[in-house]
């Protein structure tokens, strides 16, 4: 199937940079209200479906080994999809690992019944190390 969309430049919006903030800061708060209660992430080789089981798995993911800081390259708007990609310092709790900077794009096809919403999310770091 063919299908053609037209995207837009421009800066990213709130709801994407408090869902960052969120994962940054280690809140874990309403900056995950922009993920519909249904939606899917696939993140690597995670396939974790629902806002809560995302917010966790995130959670669980971050907390356990490193301070994360998510910085903007470019942000383009396709109407129901949008496209992120940037880079994300990853700094390790442990002091003897050395902090990395790997890039990452990610898709955000959003919710056709509550366009607000991201419905499904898919995207890639890394590598983080060779």
Same mark, same amino acid.
């Given at each position: 199937?063919?299908?053609?969309?037209?995207?837009?430049?421009?800066?990213?919006?709130?709801?994407?940079?408090?869902?960052?903030?969120?994962? *940054? *800061?280690?809140?874990?708060?309403?900056?995950? *209200?922009?993920?519909?209660?249904?939606?899917?992430?696939?993140?690597?080789?995670?396939?974790?479906?629902? %806002?809560?089981?995302?917010?966790?798995?995130? %959670?669980?993911?971050? *907390?356990?080994?490193?301070?994360?800081?998510?910085?903007?390259?470019?942000?383009?708007?396709?109407?129901?999809?949008?496209?992120? %990609?940037?880079?994300?310092? @990853?700094?390790?709790?442990?002091?003897?690992?050395?902090?990395?900077?790997?890039? @990452?794009?990610?898709?955000?096809? @959003?919710?056709?019944?509550?366009?607000?919403?991201?419905?499904?999310?898919?995207?890639?770091?890394?590598?983080?190390?060779?």
């Amino acid at each position: 199937m063919s299908e053609t969309r037209t995207f837009t430049k421009t800066t990213p919006p709130a709801w994407l940079l408090a869902f960052w903030k969120e994962i *940054d *800061d280690k809140t874990w708060g309403k900056g995950f *209200d922009c993920l519909a209660e249904d939606a899917v992430a696939h993140l690597g080789v995670s396939d974790w479906h629902g %806002r809560e089981a995302i917010r966790e798995n995130l %959670r669980a993911f971050v *907390d356990k080994g490193f301070t994360a800081h998510h910085d903007v390259a470019e942000y383009w708007d396709g109407g129901l999809l949008k496209v992120f %990609r940037g880079f994300v310092t @990853m700094k390790p709790n442990d002091p003897g690992q050395r902090t990395v900077k790997p890039a @990452m794009t990610h898709f955000f096809y @959003m919710d056709n019944k509550d366009p607000a919403k991201v419905a499904q999310w898919f995207g890639s770091v890394g590598p983080v190390a060779f």
